[in-house]
């Protein structure tokens, strides 16, 4: 695991030399990045804050077709949230992507509510057994255009300390973790409208332990996300537009629903 980090962290710092190159040779600037507004963030099925939050993405395109990105994802809540932790984020990853077809390797790192029993505080620790990095295999397919219907599955490789999903032995070294996996399909209902619609049914369980990250804590496998999202592009000048969407979730494993707005503000 350490040599794929370390993979990623040579292709990201080869990133830096590729975009000096492209600038002197007045090539189209594959460096981009852009910023969101929530009320709340929700990911498959669970509640990461219900402070209004900020996020932001910077990603660099390693080939001219824009198929190979490295980027950093970053997010934080704008105010506490009642149990007086306050949510930061900040992820790291290497994609793939050809319009239907998508995996990515991404390195997560949520710094809220670190409980330092069970895992290190420390965002340069990625030791097996306490590490609070998590890191997350994503991939998604959508098949054609006679049945586009999404597919995702979503496996947690590696540490996770602080989500629980590393099992220790009695005497407190590494016995396993779980691979807590993540399964969803959804829909576009409604397509090509001034309003779009997709409908979204998920599913979690863990491929090495009793239960997984994203339900309950008493089965091995539930339903935790399931739901509907809108969305339409308001014009707000000739020369700028602002994406917006409203989600509404259900997660019948944890018993609880959320409303989420959203806006991509550029």
Not at 64 to 81: Q, R
Not at 192 to 221: E, H, M, R
Request: proline share 3%; net charge positive.
């Amino acid at each position: 695991m350490m040599k794929i980090l370390k993979g990623i962290f040579l292709l990201t710092l080869a990133t830096g030399r590729l975009f000096s190159q492209e600038s002197s040779e007045g090539k189209e600037n594959r460096l981009d990045f852009t910023a969101n507004i929530q009320n709340n963030h929700l990911w498959r099925g669970l509640i990461i804050t219900d402070k209004p939050v900020v996020m932001g993405n910077l990603s660099y395109a390693l080939d001219a077709e824009k198929k190979w990105k490295v980027g950093i994802w970053g997010a934080s809540a704008l105010a506490d949230d009642k149990d007086n932790t306050h949510y930061k984020e900040i992820n790291y990853y290497v994609q793939y992507s050809n319009g239907r077809f998508y995996i990515g390797l991404w390195d997560l790192y949520n710094s809220r509510n670190i409980n330092t029993a069970n895992a290190a505080d420390d965002i340069f620790s990625y030791s097996q057994r306490r590490t609070a990095h998590i890191i997350d295999l994503r991939t998604n397919y959508t098949f054609g255009p006679s049945f586009p219907i999404n597919i995702e599955a979503d496996i947690m490789l590696y540490g996770g300390a602080n989500a629980g999903e590393v099992i220790l032995e009695p005497d407190g070294s590494y016995k396993k973790n779980r691979y807590s996996t993540y399964v969803q399909a959804s829909y576009p209902v409604i397509s090509g409208q001034k309003v779009n619609l997709d409908a979204f049914v998920g599913a979690g369980f863990s491929l090495n332990g009793n239960t997984f990250l994203y339900g309950n804590g008493k089965n091995n496998f539930d339903i935790v996300n399931v739901g509907v999202k809108a969305g339409k592009v308001l014009k707000i000048t000739e020369h700028y537009s602002l994406p917006v969407s409203m989600m509404a979730m259900w997660n019948p494993s944890n018993k609880y629903a959320r409303i989420q707005l959203a806006a991509t503000v550029f």
